[in-house]
């Protein structure tokens, strides 16, 4: 489901002020957010989507983690704002053999504001020591909360996978040969996979997710 909703009145008994607090949106594909009526002001939350985990290289060792996504919480008055276009970054896939793929970008633009919320870089193949994927960066004017991205674990770190602010990196191992483990939440990357590359393959991140409070 690209969007839900669930209105203050459904959260607490009793009447819904007349002011404050109205509904959340959850945004988990691309999609339009549209101001509601009486709506003003929003808190936007975005998160890019995690990188995927390499499988072991050649050597059957030393797999690379797959970084985490950036985040931005921004406060936005919206009186003068009648839609925004919403893209939600894409889950970053483990190498099966290979490197892991990078977490797409999330991104809110209304006509004024843009946050631009970087996925993951995936962890590297055959690189030396398993190289971690970096952590996505993120942009946004007037951003009340800019996160940036966890950094994978290169290999002999036991490839944990980076973390985000809504999501966990993927645990990595612990010397025992393994396939990656996936993240899990919003924005993780996912683990390396330690062991021979044919079977220990990377473990996936997890996709990104736009999140708009909305008040009166």
């Known amino acids: 489901m690209a969007a839900t909703k669930i209105e203050a009145s459904n959260i607490a008994a009793g009447a819904v002020a007349s002011t404050g607090f109205t509904s959340v949106q959850v945004f988990t594909a691309a999609?339009?957010?549209t101001r509601p009526t009486d709506i003003t002001k929003v808190i936007v939350e975005v998160q890019g989507g995690g990188g995927?985990?390499?499988s072991g290289n050649?050597?059957?060792?030393w797999p690379g983690a797959g970084g985490g996504g950036s985040y931005v919480k921004q406060f936005i008055d919206v009186s003068?704002?009648?839609t925004a276009t919403l893209v939600v970054g894409s889950a970053g896939s483990g190498g099966a053999p290979g490197s892991g793929t990078a977490g797409g970008t999330t991104s809110w633009t209304d006509g004024t504001n843009?946050?631009?919320c970087l996925g993951g870089a995936?962890?590297?193949y055959n690189a030396p020591h398993g190289n971690g994927g970096l952590g996505g960066v993120a942009t946004a004017a007037g951003a009340t909360w800019l996160v940036n991205g966890q950094n994978g674990a290169q290999g002999y770190q036991y490839g944990l996978g980076g973390s985000s602010p809504l999501g966990q990196g993927g645990v990595g191992w612990n010397y025992d040969y393994?396939?990656?483990p996936p993240a899990t939440g919003y924005g993780g990357g996912g683990a390396g996979g330690k062991g021979p590359e044919s079977t220990r393959h990377g473990g996936a991140g997890t996709s990104g997710i736009v999140?708009?409070?909305e008040y009166k």
């Open 31 to 33: 999609s339009t957010w």
């Open 211 to 213: 999140i708009v409070w």
């Open 58 to 61: 050649g050597l059957g060792w």
């Open 80 to 82: 003068s704002i009648a």
């Open 178 to 180: 393994s396939v990656g």
């Open 122 to 124: 995936p962890g590297e």
């Open 114 to 116: 843009t946050i631009s």
């Open 52 to 54: 995927g985990g390499s």
